[in-house]
């Protein structure tokens, strides 16, 4: 396994992808997901020009961070407790996975008293699949209102995870229904412009049903092992 060859591999499934829904490559950027995985790999990634890292878990971003003797934005894309927030706040560029009036207050709180605006997406639960967090969608107009004036977070979209089907042509509802979303909001003023879907196995159609961000561990760095 090289992560180089791998990276390649995505990015050209990236680049057709792009061309087959008529879009320009250069609106889509790529996460590659380090969560599990101990920081050299992180920074042979960093060498081959990917800068933005993935992360679902704020004690990893804590212990890793400082470790990592290279420039790169850190994307915080796991499920947050509130507690947590303090640990990752001073740390990552990007939320993805704000679901929650509370989270979003504490957010706000500690990114006043760092004196910083946070980037936030919200997550919401497309496919309906109770292990799944994020708002219904029906509820996240009424939540941006709720939190529309909180200083120290700016809400830049939405994000969400599609349920691992072995048929991925399964995912492209979830990707369109999200994709929907964020044009009835923006339509009805909101200024989003990140849309956060697709990993490993899905990120071709999640790109063909507009993704900006796709979020790609496994496909680049290898199968993770939890036993770590
Ligand atoms: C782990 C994870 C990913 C990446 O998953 P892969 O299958 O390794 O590409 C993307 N998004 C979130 C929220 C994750 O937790």
């Known amino acids: 396994m ?9 990015q050209e499934k990236i680049r057709l992808a792009a061309e087959r829904a008529g879009r320009d ?3 889509i950027t790529l996460i590659g997901v380090t969560k599990t995985h101990p920081v050299e790999p992180m ?8 800068i933005e890292l993935g992360e679902n878990k704020a004690q990893e971003v804590r212990d890793k961070y400082p ?15 509130k507690n947590k927030v303090k640990y990752v706040i001073d740390k990552v560029d990007m939320i993805h996975s704000v679901e929650s009036n509370s ?29 799944k967090h994020g708002l219904k969608p029906e509820e996240v107009n009424d939540f941006l209102t709720e939190i529309e004036n ?15 089907y072995d048929d991925i042509e399964k995912t492209r509802p979830i990707f369109k ?3 929907t979303l964020f044009d009835e909001l923006n339509e009805m003023g909101r200024k989003l412009d990140v849309l956060s879907m697709g990993m490993s196995n899905d990120y071709t159609i999640a790109i063909e049903e507009g993704a900006t961000h796709v979020r790609v561990g496994n496909a680049i760095l290898g199968k993770r092992d939890y036993m770590k």
Do not use: Y
């Open 2 to 10: 090289s992560i180089e060859k791998n990276l390649l591999v995505v």
């Open 150 to 164: 909180l200083e120290g977070i700016k809400v830049c979209g939405l994000m969400t995870m599609a349920p691992n």
């Open 43 to 50: 920074r042979e990634l960093i060498d081959l020009g990917i």
């Open 25 to 27: 490559v250069s609106e």
């Open 103 to 131: 989270l979003a207050k504490e957010i706000s709180k500690r990114a006043i008293t760092l004196e910083k605006v946070m980037p936030i997406l919200v997550e919401v639960n497309v496919s309906g699949e109770e292990s």
């Open 67 to 81: 470790e990592l003797d290279r420039e790169a934005h850190w994307h915080f894309i796991g499920h947050l407790q």
């Open 177 to 179: 229904g999200l994709k």
